[in-house]
């Protein structure tokens, strides 16, 4: 009966999904109204398209940025007096003015064209090209040159803006000087690029959503598509350098990076797998290649066996605008495919005098012969996805203001798709509005240095606001002046943890070194990316959150506190997910290794994990951090699940980590799917419901039973639930059975650490179908209960070598911890109901600054002393 449920959720779910994956760019009859010249769509409640066209020309067939126009049909009115149409839905009033060209020009007005609406009670009027200082950016096509804050300005327009509204202008130029242009549907394959009917007409797409930002953002991907979500293996570790590395080389960093305990999951192949200009290769090749390189990598799909047996995906970098020289591997067969199709290669336009077939991915013929002639064999030996590298002009030279960028995107990515044989993915360059649908972003060449780390954390959240959700940069730095700094290196991987994708990499360099575990403080760099490995779970989690709803893994925080003039000033902070606030540190430190930093909270109470503590929010606070510490703060009654120790992201564990947050109550939704494929899309998943609510000083966390279905989904799971800033509980009760208190950490038990104030409950596997109900009993321990104390006073003496802790009152726990600036545990040592203490530290060695951290009853305190 439960497996007959299981399948019936199943096919709910799916014909749901189906529903919903319908795109259909004509838009419901229903929902439009013409007028002469004009032609408007009412698409939802805060946003109308409109159309102009002296030719009464109107384009029905989908765009670069619009995919979808069938929307259910918002409830609105229409009327026209002498002079104007009306159109008025529940959050919108547009007055046209009869037989007008919509738009006015030096000075633009509303004489003939107006939308009102009310942002916060007050009454804001829009007019075509009417001029907004306030909008919020989004993000721009490549970081190449970025030092420090130098490309902030050159940052295109996002769709949200504290004037509440915006215009999707179809026919502007773009950025790279390209428009958003028609697709042509294909049944089999890639929907094709095609020019707009009627060029000169206007095609604008208003969004007055006001301060609501997540909606605004919802709705565009219900007519701009969704954001997919990558594999999951795509979420793990990328091991990257611009380097001539051989096949020995690739198979020696795998076994090295294997050696030293540092996960990975994906190996990238600069471009140097190709003949790429080299004396050694008598000069053969140049940016552009398709041919392996033999001198270096003899046996390319020996090699690519070799990595997928460690569970390595690989992906080859392409340089593709200079075509397919003579001397390639596969020319011939391109050539004469080329001419079967019909093409005179004798044009200019497709073969230079030297042979060369000039690169022409605008001709569908040409994508058709050369994904089957140069691409496809890669393909098939074991190549698992491609980093398309386009540096060269951005226009098409076939197709009227097509742009390069986007189109290489569109095509790569559908191709991939339209084989169905792996979740799509594409490592590319921000191609405009609708890239979106193309998922990691390679956002090019930036300056190692603190200030540009700075700018990419706001850089990356802001790029949310086009969908754009999944930047990965050059975490290190591409370019590089004078010796590598470690702790610069640190700090950026330890963002990495915190970003949509961990990759390091840089320039071709042999003075850069971008293998962590040569750097002395690489136990700090691999501890930081185990936690990242450790987070997928709620990482992947929230991907789906972002499939779902069009909000970014990470994005700014005036997403959920848009009223808060606060919210808008620390762009070095960002929400990662629905419920952690990161705020990575992005300068160097003191010279005592320590980095003090305010960070502001939102209105609630945060816990912060680097301290233990729970903070109030709507104010700010400076923290001090040691080089171990990665500032970020979860929201009270957050939940986050975390993967057991992991050296790849290829197996699904049967153990699952659930850290609870205390709070009055809270709820996760654990996502899980088949992790490379599309049936996502179609119904192949499942959630569980997980929740935390009080009852009085009972405290009830609740795994609900799975909803939905996948093939390969777990039948069982163990879980440990750990249960943060708690007091040592009473009494622990799991589906009616009281657990035993101990520490040999076996299923059936639970223990209590108090030094960090979490209490760990042993879960023996549990039918995934099953409610398990977990009661604790618990004193003063929840996150309403934390009182103020005074602060303890802690001296050292450098002539005894002896620090003395001195308390207002006497306390029944109390745990001394010395850490150094590294993070490295010095000393640890417990005390009962006790009001001063005396520590030998004799024995510790006097190397400067230390970090004390004191925990006693409710209260955590951290303090630096110099021995």
């Not at 102009?52 to 765009?63: G, L, N």
């Not at 290769?281 to 270096?296: A, H, I």
């Not at 997403?559 to 606030?581: C, R, T, V």
């Not at 996150?783 to 306390?811: G, T």
Request: hydrophobic share 35%.
């Amino acid at each position: 009966m439960k497996n007959l449920l299981l399948i019936c959720v199943f096919f709910i779910l799916s014909f749901q999904q189906i529903l919903a994956a319908e795109n259909n760019p004509v838009a419901d009859p229903k929902a439009i109204v013409r007028s002469g010249d004009m032609r408007f769509t009412i698409l939802t409640p805060e946003m109308i398209r409109i159309e102009w066209s002296d030719k009464q020309i109107f384009e029905d067939r989908a765009s670069f940025t619009v995919i979808n126009r069938r929307l259910p049909v918002p409830e609105y009115e229409t009327w026209e007096d002498e002079e104007f149409l009306y159109i008025k839905t529940e959050k919108l009033l547009l007055q046209y003015r009869l037989n007008s060209f919509p738009g006015t020009f030096n000075p633009a007005s509303s004489k003939n064209l107006k939308i009102t609406f009310e942002v916060d009670g007050q009454t804001v009027v829009w007019y075509p090209w009417k001029k907004d200082p306030l909008n919020l950016k989004g993000t721009m096509r490549t970081l190449d040159g970025a030092d420090g804050e130098n490309k902030r300005a050159e940052m295109e327009d996002g769709l949200l803006s504290r004037s509440g509204w915006y215009v999707i202008d179809e026919t502007a130029e773009r950025a790279d000087g390209g428009i958003s242009l028609m697709l042509d549907k294909r049944e089999d394959g890639v929907d094709w690029v095609s020019q707009r009917q009627d060029p000169p007409a206007m095609d604008w797409y208003f969004m007055g959503y006001g301060h609501n930002y997540k909606k605004a953002l919802y709705d565009f991907t219900r007519i701009a598509g969704k954001i997919p979500m990558p594999p999951m293996y795509a979420f793990g570790y990328w091991y990257s350098k611009y380097e001539d590395y051989s096949a020995d080389d690739y198979k020696n960093l795998t076994l090295e990076m294997e050696e030293n305990g540092l996960p990975q999951d994906v190996m990238v192949i600069d471009m140097d797998w190709h003949y790429s200009g080299s004396e050694l290769d008598g000069g053969k090749g140049g940016w552009t290649g398709w041919s392996w390189n033999t001198r270096l990598i003899p046996d390319p799909k020996g090699l690519l066996n070799w990595l997928h047996e460690k569970k390595l995906k690989a992906t080859l970098n392409l340089h593709p605008a200079y075509g397919i020289a003579p001397y390639e591997d596969n020319y011939q067969a391109l050539y004469n495919d080329l001419q079967s199709r019909g093409m005179d290669l004798t044009a200019d336009s497709i073969i230079n005098e030297d042979g060369t077939i000039r690169w022409n991915l605008e001709n569908e013929d040409f994508y058709k012969a050369f994904f089957k002639n140069i691409i496809r064999p890669h393909e098939n030996i074991g190549v698992d996805f491609w980093w398309l590298d386009w540096q060269q002009w951005l226009l098409a030279e076939n197709e009227e203001k097509l742009s390069n960028t986007f189109w290489c995107n569109h095509v790569f990515y559908n191709d991939m798709k339209a084989k169905g044989q792996a979740r799509p993915i594409i490592f590319h360059r921000w191609g405009g509005l609708g890239s979106h649908r193309y998922q990691i972003g390679f956002s090019g060449d930036s300056h190692s240095s603190f200030e540009t780390l700075k700018f990419e954390t706001y850089f990356t959240s802001t790029a949310s606001n086009v969908g754009y959700g999944y930047w990965s940069h050059d975490i290190g730095g591409h370019y590089q002046n004078g010796e590598n700094n470690p702790e610069l290196f640190l700090r950026w991987i330890q963002f990495g943890v915190f970003s949509p994708i961990i990759r390091t990499h840089s320039s071709n360099n042999p003075d850069i070194e971008r293998r962590m575990w040569k750097y002395p403080n690489y136990p700090l760099m691999r501890e930081a990316v185990k936690l990242r490995y450790a987070m997928v779970p709620y990482i992947y989690t929230q991907a789906r959150v972002s499939y779902d709803t069009g909000i970014s893994l990470c994005r700014p925080l005036y997403y959920e506190w848009p009223e808060n003039n606060e919210a808008y000033k620390h762009d070095d902070e960002y929400m990662f997910g629905n419920d952690i606030l990161a705020a990575p540190i992005v300068k160097a430190a003191d010279a005592d290794g320590t980095i003090s930093k305010t960070i502001w909270l939102p209105e609630g109470k945060w816990y912060e994990v680097c301290s233990g503590e729970i903070l109030e929010g709507n104010q700010s606070y400076t923290r001090t951090f040691t080089q171990s510490d990665i500032p970020h703060y979860i929201k009270e009654g957050a939940i986050i699940p975390y993967f057991p120790e992991l050296m790849d992201l290829k197996s699904r564990p049967d153990k699952l980590i659930l850290k609870f947050i205390p709070g009055s109550k809270g709820e996760l939704r654990y996502y899980e799917d088949e992790n490379d494929n599309d049936n996502y899309e179609n119904g192949a998943f499942t959630f569980t419901p997980i929740t935390q609510e009080k009852n009085g000083d009972e405290g009830i966390y609740t795994i609900h039973p799975i909803e939905g279905y996948f093939n390969g989904m777990l039948n069982e799971r163990s879980y440990d639930i750990e249960l943060l800033a708690v007091n040592k509980p009473e009494n622990v009760v799991v589906n009616g059975l009281t657990y035993t208190y101990a520490n040999d950490e076996k299923p059936g038990t639970w223990k209590y650490d108090s030094a960090k104030r979490t209490a760990i409950i042993y879960l023996p596997k549990i039918a995934c179908d099953q409610e398990t109900k977990i009661v604790v009993t618990h004193g003063m321990s929840s996150i309403n209960d934390i009182k103020e104390s005074k602060q303890a006073v802690i001296s050292y003496s450098s002539d005894s070598r002896q620090m003395q802790v001195s308390l207002d009152k006497n306390c029944n726990n109390i745990h001394v911890s010395l850490f150094d600036v590294m993070g490295k545990n010095l000393l640890s040592d417990h005390f009962k109901d006790a009001r001063n203490i005396l520590l030998d530290l004799s024995t510790i060695p006097s190397d400067g600054l230390c970090i004390v951290q004191l925990t006693y009853d409710n209260h955590i305190q951290t303090q630096k002393i110099i021995l």
